[in-house]
């Protein structure tokens, strides 16, 4: 045995389990230099093999320094130790960015870390003493094999296939693009947003060599898709999010444009990847620039002559994807100020006639230190399957807005599909091979919410009646909330005896509590009401409108039944049809999921909805407007908020 252990350690230096384990090694280093994972100036392959063979020969030459100038101190078996021990810091550093995808913890990230250095390690043992062991070199090649089979797999696919809609939205127009930025036709100068912005150490010289320009001196650049023809068409000001900086970002949204210039909106995707992450490292601080960026492109576009009468200065919608969503929620904001809060420089006055937001991030900045809140329609679109901005925190920035609001969550949806350049995968690097993609949208089905969504927000709001008709069928909740009376939403105080606009009673409820509404088991600062039984309202008077109210279910779907009296007496009753109701979403954003069968519930409200019309049928007698009270009753534990009679 002595003497085996003696052939093995000998063997190590010389193009044994050493150099096996540095290659390895070097795989993992090259999520320190993540900048060529998503791009295409390099062939991936090509940059990927590039990058690991230079690390890989950097890590031969360090063991060769080490054989020969210190070997009496660092025997093999002390460098095979470091080695494995870096190995086990990368691998566990790659899963703990994955950790908030899911239902984890620490036995999972330090099961997960071990399993796969002891295979690495097994194969390399195995490669490395063919000879001495070569049945441990067949079993460390077949765990290995398994290990790349469950790392290329994208996991199951458990959802049912996708059928499209009964209805469409029939293209009535031409659509014209143009590309303005430098040396065009459309030449609108530059920028200096370098004082909103903290640039990382050195990357001036490199965004400078691969631009041709620095934060203070952007300049315009995006594209605009009009339709022919048309007159005062209204305008979707677009961004995309931080993504790598070297991608084509704004061209991702092309499908979105041409859709809605095809049917009468105006569509202009902002260039901002000079905002964007490289090397692993991107901007800080640089979303207010986003924002103003957003309202500059916009006002470019506005004061062109060229464009006077075919784009509405009334009706200018601001949007973006994932920090862009955030941007576009921001600038709406600054354009109804007249100066900008933490600068005091004057603000464009841009007339915003609401905010499309997909899949947004949330309080990365705040005007004035104050959390954004927006008096114009805000419509927010986000994916179950999101394995980015997985918190869902779009619903926050829903709860702060005042004027018309609706949110769709799409499931099965991810992050990076509704940017038809960013691929598959809302991770980058080794990270992503962690992630569950089997179950995803196929990105046309993606794209087509996204795009009968917007032309509904900007066009026809009344199509969101009837959604369901127009939109891929893999299932989706829908909140929208107009002008209303809101008779109890949870946010006054801590008090179950106290509602908004309205006297609870409570006595008939089996559970009855007050808490946050937690959309992906974690986050959220929207207040609901958690019940089983019976919850009422005592309300002295109603207007005229719908009846409506918010509900999610805490698992499976809702069961509700909602019965109004008015002063005289007179009762009508309403029963939403269960199946027509969203069910909790259970998604397993991670492979080893399916394995431990752990799933996270992620949900959203939706909208039921009791019109005038279905009163008048049921009871002609019955009058809204003396509403008197209020009863809801469910079976299962469900979630309700908003509730509202809707005066628009």
Known sequence: MKGIWKKLNRGAFNGGRLAWLAG??????????????????????????????????????????????????????????????????????????????????????????????????????????????????????????????????????????????????????????????????????????????????????????????????????????????????????????????????????????????????????????????????????????????????????????????????????LGGHSRGGEAAAVAASFAELPYNPDTGRATKDIKVAGVLAVAPTDGQYKPGDRPVDLNVPYFLVTGAWDQDVSSLEGMDQYLRAGAWRGQLFVDYANHSQFNSNWGRLDREGLAALALATGNILDKADQERFLEVAAYAFIKDRELFNDLKAYAPQSGFALATQPKSRVLADFEEDADLTTATNAAPDIKGATTYQEGAFIPSDRGGTNHVARLIGTYALNVDGGEDGAFALDVAAKSGRADIKITLIDAAGEAVHFTPKKDALHAAHETGLLKWQYAAKKWEYKRALETVRFTKSAMAKENPTFNIKDLSRVEITVGGLTEIDNIRIESD
């Open 24 to 317: 390895f090694l070097a795989l993992f280093f090259l999520d320190e230099f993540p900048g060529f994972y998503f791009q295409t100036k390099i062939p991936h392959a090509a940059a990927d093999v590039a990058l690991w063979g230079i690390y890989f020969c950097a890590l031969l030459g360090i063991l060769a320094l080490i054989k020969k100038f210190a070997s009496a101190i660092l025997t093999p078996a002390a460098t095979e130790l470091i080695l494995l021990g870096l190995l086990i810091y990368e691998v566990s550093d790659v899963l703990r960015t994955t950790s908030s995808l899911g239902p984890s913890s620490d036995t999972y990230i330090y099961g997960a870390t071990a399993v796969v250095v002891a295979i690495i390690w097994l194969f390399a043992l195995g490669m490395g003493a063919r000879k001495l062991y070569p049945m441990a070199t067949v079993l460390g090649g077949l765990l290995m094999a398994g290990l790349v089979f469950v790392c290329a797999w994208p996991g199951p696919k458990t959802r049912p296939d996708v059928a499209q809609g009964e209805k469409t939205i029939p293209a009535t127009y031409k659509v014209e693009k143009i590309t303005y930025g430098p040396k065009s036709a459309y030449d609108y100068g530059e920028e200096n947003y370098a004082s909103y912005l903290r640039l990382p150490k050195g990357q001036d010289r490199w965004r400078k060599l691969f631009f041709g320009y620095t934060p203070a001196h952007v300049p315009y650049e995006g594209d605009l898709y009009l339709p022919v023809g048309a007159k005062n068409a209204p305008l979707l000001v677009f961004v995309h999010g931080n993504h790598n900086m070297i991608e084509d970002n704004k061209g991702g949204y092309e499908y979105l444009g041409r859709y809605l210039a095809a049917r009468g909106v105006a569509f202009q995707s902002v260039e901002q990847s000079h905002f964007n992450a490289y090397f692993g490292k991107g901007l800080s601080g640089e979303n207010d620039a986003r924002a103003l960026s957003l309202l500059d492109h916009a006002d470019k576009i506005l004061n062109d002559p060229r464009f006077k009468d075919r784009i509405d200065r009334d009706r200018v919608f």
